[in-house]
């Protein structure tokens, strides 16, 4: 890889338009990212699921909290 400088080609080759359909797709993501944490959280805590009826349910929300941030990391990229 190598730096040329031209940095206007790189801004305009990753940039992305922000039109109302793109909003919507990331407002949805979003949205449902939240919500399915939140789904899978009041599992954990109910005891509602093998892991966390055998462990501590922090145990396993901490686990499954920590995994979102490498697949966070790999998405950016």
Known sequence: MT??????????????????LVLAKYI???????FSIILVGALM?????????ETNPWVCLLV???MLLP????STR
Do not use: M
């Open 3 to 20: 730096d040329s400088g031209d940095k206007s080609s790189y801004e305009d080759v990753h940039t992305v338009q922000l039109t109302p």
């Open 64 to 66: 499954c909290v920590s």
């Open 71 to 74: 697949f966070g990391w790999l």
């Open 45 to 53: 805590f109910t005891g509602n699921t093998r892991v966390s009826s």
């Open 28 to 34: 949805l993501s979003v949205a449902l990212l939240i």
